[in-house]
């Protein structure tokens, strides 16, 4: 049982491309309720479920109380955008490290449907600062965006330093809603 259909969108975009594999360690940006990191746990066995298969590490952030589940740490109450919970975060990864960085954030929606857009493409822009201090060379990125003007600009920033960006459109997304995903694969991290 999941908490929330979000999982569904997971599910299809991880079967399609095998994001997570047994071992990884993950970072869920946006975490609450927690669906996608039920999903990563499953996936990169983090509570141990399959003792014959390698044990990753799940790492779930979000503004709001993310209940606890077995598999996943959480940092309820943090801001992703904010450098002191990116601290906290490195203590929780092994090797400080993530293969993957998984977001479904999303602000507010103010009904306002360009300066929503904005709002989330800023958000998704810091993951591009997160992903310099915490994914791993050739690490992935999967992020939600709203579709609209500023759309290039995160899908450039993004293939700036990942070698492969893809747009995605899950089934289980609402046809009418500008709600996407960037799926950024092969990160390089860049050369200080
Ligand atoms: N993927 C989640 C699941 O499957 O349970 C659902 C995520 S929900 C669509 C979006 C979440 O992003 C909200 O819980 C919201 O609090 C969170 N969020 C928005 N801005 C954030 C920020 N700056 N830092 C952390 N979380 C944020």
Same mark, same amino acid.
Request: cysteine-free; glycine content about 6%; hydrophobic content about 30%.
């Given at each position: 049982n999941f908490r929330c259909r979000s999982a569904f969108k997971l599910l299809e975009i991880d079967d399609k491309f095998r994001l997570l594999q047994p071992g990884f360690n993950v970072v869920d940006c946006g975490a609450a309720p927690g669906a996608w990191s039920q999903v990563a746990v499953q996936r990169v066995n983090s509570a141990g479920t399959d003792p014959a298969l390698p044990r990753g590490t799940v790492v779930g952030i979000d503004l709001l109380y993310i209940p606890p589940l077995d598999g996943a740490h959480f940092l309820s109450s &943090?801001?992703?955008? +904010?450098p002191s919970t990116h601290a906290k975060l490195l203590e929780l990864l092994p090797n400080r490290q993530a293969h993957v960085m998984l977001s479904d954030m999303a602000p507010n %929606?103010?009904?306002?449907r360009d300066m929503d857009h904005e709002k989330l493409i800023t958000m998704c822009l810091s993951l591009i600062d997160l992903a310099e201090k915490v994914l791993q060379p050739q690490g992935s990125l999967l992020c939600k965006y709203w579709d609209g003007i500023l759309t290039r600009r995160l899908q450039e920033k993004l293939s700036s330093v990942f070698g492969g960006v893809r747009t995605l459109k899950p &089934? %289980?997304?609402?046809? +009418?809603? %500008?709600e996407r995903y960037f799926l950024a694969t092969m990160y390089r991290k860049p050369m200080k």
């Open positions: &943090q801001d992703v955008t +904010d %929606a103010s009904g306002f &089934q %289980a997304s609402r046809k +009418d809603s %500008a």
